[in-house]
């Protein structure tokens, strides 16, 4: 079955570090490219970070200076660090996948695997 699982998220203290992690099962995450979106309070789902293909990530504008993203070379999966976490933070944090190009884009229509999301709360 394909699909992407997501690890981590729950509660994170105001100015704290959040990780996360994606794992690609049924196909090779190496290989395509991966990304995090998040919905948060009343914004629609907005792009976070990706990792192509080629291993080339890109950010969110709102978030390139606190996301760092990667992806593990051989099984694929990929991980998310935001660091100076604030409330307007909190949100469900989703990983999505391209099934059928290397490229990443910022726009949620072109990802055709996701996962069920993992919730995010930040407190003060």
């Known amino acids: 079955q394909v699909q992407v699982v997501e690890y981590g998220g729950g509660s994170v203290q105001t100015d704290g570090i959040l990780r996360l992690s994606c794992v690609p099962t049924g196909f090779a995450g190496a290989s395509v490219c991966m990304a995090w979106f998040r919905q948060v309070s009343w914004k629609a789902r907005e792009f976070v970070a990706s990792?192509?293909?080629?291993?080339?990530?890109e950010y969110g504008y709102e978030l390139a200076n606190r996301a760092t993203v990667s992806k593990d070379g051989a099984g694929g999966a990929l991980h998310l660090q935001l660091s100076r976490m604030k409330p307007e933070d909190t949100g469900r944090y989703y990983c999505a996948a391209r099934s059928n190009g290397p490229l990443c884009y910022s726009n949620s229509k072109n990802y055709d695997i996701w996962g069920q999301g993992t919730q995010v709360n930040v407190s003060s």
């Open positions: 990792v192509s293909y080629y291993g080339t990530p």
